[in-house]
Each structure stands twice: as structure tokens, then as C-alpha cells.
């Protein structure tokens, strides 16, 4: 007897999935073993480890005594007077890379690699570490999901997740960059908020503010996370008179959930103070926001990086939203505001594609609480005769955009999309084609980044 597809659970499909993605990652020609993983960003999240536990120099001096193979992998911002070097990023994804530097440290030492930081065994367990935080966040998903949707539909709801969006991209290819870290910390967040709002308990608050804390220390403006427990379960007048109320209640809890988050955040506070005699240090320079002239439309739609170019099955998390205010009062409210606030802080960045990657990554910390509308809309696709007759046609979309994410996956890994300068022509020149175009470099755009910077809007991104 086939089973129904609300009752067929597919958990082991997404490990087994899971595993094989490991195993051909591990097999086939190492990226470790081309020095393609601590590089770009990485490098930099990385290098608080082995200057704190391997050379005891968080100026970062030290570069200036090692071989040129190694002072390659660590950058750093002069410092006035010679003082050293302060790093760009902040230590949140270190602290996530930690357990498995510290394996991969004693992998050096029990095989012969050489212990200083950047040798094969530190690039091999920073792969295994974004493999590993990926599985942990589907199955918190599932956790969660579980308790409002069928077995079948959470399933579904993960596979088309990973598959299906540019996830797929960093956790296989790209792992190592701080995407899948805070998508691990969202989906763990998302979960004991839930539950804390079930049975307040102090031991959840505190979970809670230190999850809470590590995200902000990772990318500062995801703290806005903090909506999601204060708003969860308010839809009317009433509930919101409720959640004050249990606010006021549960103080010390509140109280708790800050200090927690406060003390998660405190080393780099202590970091900077001891690097710079700042508390506070801006890191990132002539780098910020443009609050007030945002790029939202490109950052949407621009076929250099738009989130919904490039990741076009999240429209159905999106049209999943309206119908949380009628199936899942509790979530829309948090959802809705903080979709609406994510966008707007993200696209508010000088640069709205991020550099170089596959599609719009700083939206992927957030699929977590996406996953919601995700799983509610396929849900009602399944059941609702509202929806019935539209079933087979969101099949075919869903497995045509799965299908799309993994093809130009494999393409921007091959350098087919190029990794900031696509336009409308180089795309569609590109489309379903494993191969370039003969004119491929008259296509491409690249980006004027002090344009972009000062915050002008002028012909920088044509697309």
C-alpha cells in the first residue's frame, strides 16, 4: 500500500540526500587541497582562531614572521602607528567554526600536517562544520514545523528549502561563509521562542538571549531576530494586551534573555577595546547604509544578484504570508514585520548584491522562519479545494525551480554566471547552457563600487 502523502515522511531522504552531497564533496577533487576554502570573507572570519589559540596575537603581528604561503590567508586593517592589524568582521562565525578548529588542530598534529592554522586538516573540518550546521538546522526545522504541519508536508517543506534556494549553493560549495551559521542559529532561535511562549522557563530565556546574542555577533543586523519571541502570538488587541502582560509577568526572564545576549556579544566588544580603546569600532569604514535611499527593487529583481531572480521558488513562502493572518494568527504578525524589516536593512547596504556569490545570500539566515509560509502554502496546495486546481501547476514550478537552483548552482561553481556582473543579456545568454556564449565579456557588467559607496544611483547596475 502507497502511503498518503501527509503521512509519508521523507527525513530519511533529506539525510540520505544529506550524506551523499558529503560524500561526493569529500571524494571528489578536494577544494582543501587547492587552498580554495579560507579565502575572501572566510579568511577573515576564520582568523580570530589560530591568532587567539595558535599564535597568542590578536593584533595580528605575527603575520609579518610567516611564510608567504600563510600570510596570504590573513588580512587585516592597519592600525595607526604600526599597532597592528584589526579585523573587518566580527568573531560570531568563529566562535560556530571553534569545535571544529580545534578538531582539525589536533588532526594536524596527530598526522604530520603542519599546526599552523592554515594547513589541509583546517580547510577540511571548516567544510565539514557548514555540512554539519546545515543538517542540525533542517532537522530544528523539523522540529518546529512539525508541530503545526503533516509529516509529508514538513518533508517536502526541507527538501524544497535545500534544493531549492541558494542554500544548496552554501552549504556545498561555498559552506564555510557565515550564511549557513546563521541559518542553524535562526532555526534554533525560532524553536525555543516557540517553545518558551508554551512554558516561559528561565533555562529557555537564557538559551534564547545567548542563540540571540550569537546571531547579532555574526551579522550585527540580524538582530532584529528579537522581534520574532516579542511579537509571536499577537494578532489582536487582546493578545497584545496578553504578551504585556506576560512580559511584566516574566521580567527577570526578559532581564535574563539580555544579559545572556549581552554577554554572547561582550568579546568583541572586549576585542575592540583592547585593539583600538574603543568599545565600538567601525570596521568597516567608508562601508554602510543608505537607509533613506534604499535598493530594494534591484535588490529584488536585478539580474545581478535579485533574491527573487535567483531564488524564484521563495515567491511561494511570500504568497504563503497573507494566509498566516487566517491559518497561523501566532506567526504572521513577527513574519510579516520582520520580512518587511530584513528586506529594507539588507537593501539599504552600499552594495546591495554583496560582492561576489550565487543569488542574494544574506537572505538565507532568515529561510528559517520562511519555512513557515513555505510549509503553509504547500500545505493548502495539498489540501485546500480553494487551491486544488492549482496543484499540478505548483508542482511543475516547484520542481522546475529546484531544478533551476541546482543547474545555475553547477553554472555559477563553474563561473558561467558570473560572480557580480550579470545583466538581463549575460542571463538569458547563459540560460540552461552549460557553456558561454561567444560574446560573453560584452554581456557582463561589473559593478562601479565607489559609485556605490557614496550612495549614487547612477548607471552602476543597468540590469
Same mark, same amino acid.
Given at each position: 500500500?502507497?502511503?498518503?502523502?501527509?503521512?509519508?515522511?521523507?527525513?530519511?531522504?533529506?539525510?540520505?540526500?544529506?550524506?551523499?552531497?558529503?560524500?561526493?564533496?569529500?571524494?571528489?577533487?578536494?577544494?582543501?587541497?587547492?587552498?580554495?576554502?579560507?579565502?575572501?570573507?572566510?579568511?577573515?572570519?576564520?582568523?580570530?582562531?589560530?591568532?587567539?589559540?595558535?599564535?597568542?596575537?590578536?593584533?595580528?603581528?605575527?603575520?609579518?614572521?610567516?611564510?608567504?604561503?600563510?600570510?596570504?590567508?590573513?588580512?587585516?586593517?592597519?592600525?595607526?602607528?604600526?599597532?597592528?592589524?584589526?579585523?573587518?568582521?566580527?568573531?560570531?562565525?568563529?566562535?560556530?567554526?571553534?569545535?571544529?578548529?580545534?578538531?582539525?588542530?589536533?588532526?594536524?598534529?596527530?598526522?604530520?600536517?603542519?599546526?599552523?592554522?592554515?594547513?589541509?586538516?583546517?580547510?577540511? !573540518?571548516?567544510?565539514?562544520?557548514?555540512?554539519?550546521?546545515?543538517?542540525?538546522?533542517?532537522?530544528?526545522?523539523?522540529?518546529?514545523?512539525?508541530?503545526?504541519?503533516?509529516?509529508?508536508?514538513?518533508?517536502?517543506?526541507?527538501?524544497?528549502?535545500?534544493?531549492?534556494?541558494?542554500?544548496?549553493?552554501?552549504?556545498?560549495?561555498?559552506?564555510?561563509?557565515?550564511?549557513?551559521?546563521?541559518?542553524?542559529?535562526?532555526?534554533?532561535?525560532?524553536?525555543?521562542?516557540?517553545?518558551?511562549?508554551?512554558?516561559?522557563?528561565?533555562?529557555?530565556?537564557?538559551?534564547?538571549?545567548?542563540?540571540?546574542?550569537?546571531?547579532?555577533?555574526?551579522?550585527?543586523?540580524?538582530?532584529?531576530?528579537?522581534?520574532?519571541?516579542?511579537?509571536?502570538?499577537?494578532?489582536?488587541?487582546?493578545?497584545?494586551?496578553?504578551?504585556?502582560?506576560?512580559?511584566?509577568?516574566?521580567?527577570?526572564?526578559?532581564?535574563?534573555?539580555?544579559?545572556?545576549?549581552?554577554?554572547?556579544?561582550?568579546?568583541?566588544?572586549?576585542?575592540?577595546?583592547?585593539?583600538?580603546?574603543? !568599545?565600538?569600532?567601525?570596521?568597516?569604514?567608508?562601508?554602510?547604509?543608505?537607509?533613506?535611499?534604499?535598493?530594494?527593487?534591484?535588490?529584488?529583481?536585478?539580474?545581478?544578484?535579485?533574491?527573487?531572480?535567483?531564488?524564484?521558488?521563495?515567491?511561494?513562502?511570500?504568497?504563503?504570508?497573507?494566509?498566516?493572518?487566517?491559518?497561523?494568527?501566532?506567526?504572521?504578525?513577527?513574519?510579516?514585520?520582520?520580512?518587511?524589516?530584513?528586506?529594507?536593512?539588507?537593501?539599504?547596504? !552600499?552594495?546591495?548584491?554583496?560582492?561576489?556569490?550565487?543569488?542574494?545570500?544574506?537572505?538565507?539566515?532568515?529561510?528559517?522562519?520562511?519555512?513557515?509560509?513555505?510549509?503553509?502554502?504547500?500545505?493548502?496546495?495539498?489540501?485546500?479545494?480553494?487551491?486544488? !486546481?492549482?496543484?499540478?501547476?505548483?508542482?511543475?514550478?516547484?520542481?522546475?525551480?529546484?531544478?533551476?537552483?541546482?543547474?545555475?548552482?553547477?553554472?555559477?561553481?563553474?563561473?558561467?554566471?558570473?560572480?557580480?556582473?550579470?545583466?538581463?543579456?549575460?542571463?538569458?545568454?547563459?540560460?540552461?547552457?552549460?557553456?558561454?556564449?561567444?560574446?560573453?565579456?560584452?554581456?557582463?557588467?561589473?559593478?562601479?563600487?565607489?559609485?556605490?559607496?557614496?550612495?549614487?544611483?547612477?548607471?552602476?547596475?543597468?540590469?
Amino acid at each position: 500500500m502507497i502511503p498518503k502523502l501527509a503521512d509519508f515522511d521523507y527525513t530519511k531522504i533529506i539525510i540520505l540526500l544529506s550524506i551523499i552531497i558529503w560524500v561526493h564533496l569529500v571524494h571528489k577533487e578536494a577544494e582543501w587541497e587547492k587552498d580554495t576554502v579560507i579565502q575572501h570573507d572566510i579568511k577573515i572570519y576564520y582568523s580570530y582562531l589560530p591568532a587567539t589559540f595558535i599564535y597568542k596575537d590578536l593584533s595580528f603581528k605575527f603575520k609579518h614572521q610567516l611564510p608567504k604561503e600563510i600570510t596570504k590567508y590573513i588580512w587585516g586593517k592597519p592600525l595607526p602607528n604600526n599597532e597592528g592589524y584589526v579585523q573587518k568582521m566580527t568573531m560570531g562565525t568563529a566562535i560556530m567554526y571553534s569545535p571544529f578548529f580545534f578538531i582539525a588542530h589536533q588532526h594536524a598534529k596527530l598526522f604530520g600536517y603542519d599546526p599552523s592554522g592554515y594547513s589541509e586538516p583546517y580547510s577540511r !573540518w571548516l567544510v565539514y562544520s557548514s555540512i554539519f550546521y546545515a543538517l542540525m538546522a533542517m532537522l530544528i526545522i523539523r522540529l518546529t514545523l512539525i508541530q503545526f504541519f503533516s509529516k509529508g508536508v514538513v518533508s517536502l517543506t526541507l527538501i524544497i528549502l535545500f534544493f531549492g534556494t541558494n542554500l544548496f549553493f552554501y552549504t556545498v560549495y561555498n559552506g564555510p561563509m557565515s550564511h549557513v551559521y546563521s541559518f542553524f542559529l535562526f532555526s534554533l532561535f525560532i524553536y525555543l521562542s516557540i517553545k518558551w511562549n508554551e512554558k516561559p522557563h528561565w533555562g529557555k530565556a537564557i538559551l534564547i538571549g545567548l542563540t540571540g546574542g550569537l546571531i547579532t555577533l555574526i551579522r550585527p543586523t540580524n538582530i532584529i531576530i528579537f522581534i520574532f519571541p516579542l511579537l509571536y502570538n499577537v494578532y489582536t488587541i487582546d493578545t497584545a494586551k496578553e504578551k504585556i502582560l506576560i512580559l511584566k509577568k516574566y521580567w527577570l526572564h526578559i532581564f535574563l534573555i539580555a544579559i545572556s545576549s549581552i554577554i554572547m556579544c561582550s568579546p568583541q566588544l572586549i576585542y575592540w577595546k583592547y585593539i583600538t580603546g574603543h !568599545w565600538v569600532y567601525g570596521s568597516y569604514g567608508d562601508e554602510g547604509f543608505f537607509f533613506l535611499n534604499p535598493n530594494i527593487i534591484k535588490g529584488l529583481f536585478s539580474y545581478r544578484k535579485g533574491w527573487l531572480i535567483y531564488t524564484p521558488l521563495m515567491i511561494f513562502a511570500i504568497i504563503g504570508i497573507p494566509f498566516l493572518f487566517k491559518k497561523m494568527k501566532p506567526f504572521a504578525l513577527p513574519i510579516s514585520i520582520f520580512l518587511v524589516l530584513n528586506i529594507w536593512i539588507i537593501y539599504s547596504w !552600499w552594495t546591495f548584491w554583496y560582492g561576489g556569490g550565487f543569488g542574494s545570500r544574506p537572505m538565507i539566515d532568515s529561510y528559517p522562519l520562511m519555512a513557515i509560509p513555505l510549509a503553509l502554502f504547500i500545505s493548502l496546495s495539498i489540501k485546500s479545494k480553494w487551491f486544488n !486546481w492549482r496543484i499540478i501547476p505548483v508542482i511543475i514550478a516547484i520542481v522546475f525551480f529546484v531544478r533551476l537552483n541546482i543547474f545555475q548552482t553547477n553554472q555559477y561553481n563553474l563561473g558561467i554566471i558570473h560572480y557580480d556582473g550579470m545583466t538581463k543579456e549575460a542571463y538569458w545568454g547563459v540560460w540552461n547552457k552549460m557553456h558561454y556564449p561567444e560574446n560573453y565579456r560584452t554581456l557582463i557588467q561589473r559593478p562601479d563600487y565607489e559609485s556605490a559607496k557614496k550612495g549614487e544611483k547612477e548607471d552602476f547596475d543597468k540590469n
